[in-house]
């Protein structure tokens, strides 16, 4: 295949736009930020669990206090009619005795309950300080997704206008290689990621191999507007000043 020695510069040119095109592209992929915000999402996922499981622990709790505020309320409600009765006249003595003895009874299960129900009511005061810590720390989990997020938004925004301006460049680029020689550089670009590379000082400009003396004969007994591939690659190898020849 020919092309003449200013054609093949011109594809030089195209291969410099897609080598910033591509990477450009890998900075897409590879930004800090990917990996920020897939560890900050993990730890809004952990924040929320921990949030959760605090929160029904303290609901938990809630029910037992109510459970046991309604069992002390109960005893008291039952100890004021038994008082109400003995306050009372004409009760048998039996009878008084028995009450007497109930009330003994309710005031030592009020006793256990009021215990209970402090020792309850001290758990719920810790959990809910727990609750309190869960939540701030979802909440500074959260910040920390917004603004990476928000920085990878930023500089998502930069890539895009930096490809656009790039691409804009390729177009006349592209448009003005002769169709031959543009369909085998897209073929090799797709291939290998690279579809053209100078020769600079006996190197490949792509493999950064040096070419053998025998390689070196073949291309400067070319002519120049011959398309060169290296052996090695299979890039087309375009010839500079500063190749070495």
Do not use: F, W
Not at 43 to 54: F, I, N, P, Y
Not at 123 to 134: K, W
């Amino acid at each position: 295949m020919n092309a003449e020695p200013a054609v093949q510069q011109r594809l030089l040119q195209l291969a410099e736009v897609d080598a910033e095109l591509n990477r450009i592209d890998h900075r897409r992929r590879a930004m800090p930020e990917l990996t920020e915000i897939t560890d900050a999402e993990r730890t809004v996922r952990e924040r929320k669990d921990a949030v959760v499981a605090a929160e029904t622990q303290a609901g938990d709790l809630d029910r037992e206090i109510a459970r046991l505020e309604r069992d002390v309320d109960g005893v008291r409600a039952r100890a004021k009619r038994d008082n109400d009765m003995l306050a009372g006249s004409g009760l048998p003595a039996k009878q008084a005795a028995d009450l007497q003895h109930e009330l003994e009874t309710l005031a030592r299960r009020q006793g256990v309950l009021e215990d209970e129900l402090l020792e309850v009511m001290e758990r719920r005061e810790a959990v809910q300080a727990n609750v309190d810590a869960t939540r701030t720390e979802l909440a500074t989990a959260e910040q920390a997704l917004a603004d990476a997020t928000e920085r990878r938004d930023i500089a998502l925004a930069d890539l895009d206008a930096t490809e656009a301006g790039r691409r804009r460049d390729r177009e006349p680029l592209a448009a003005e290689m002769p169709a031959e020689l543009l369909e085998l550089y897209e073929s090799l670009r797709a291939k290998n990621g690279t579809g053209a590379a100078p020769l600079r000082a006996r190197r490949c400009g792509a493999c950064r191999l040096e070419l053998d003396r025998s390689e070196l004969s073949h291309i400067k007994a070319a002519a120049p507007q011959t398309v060169l591939r290296h052996e090695e690659c299979g890039v087309i190898m375009v010839r500079t000043p500063e190749s070495g020849l």
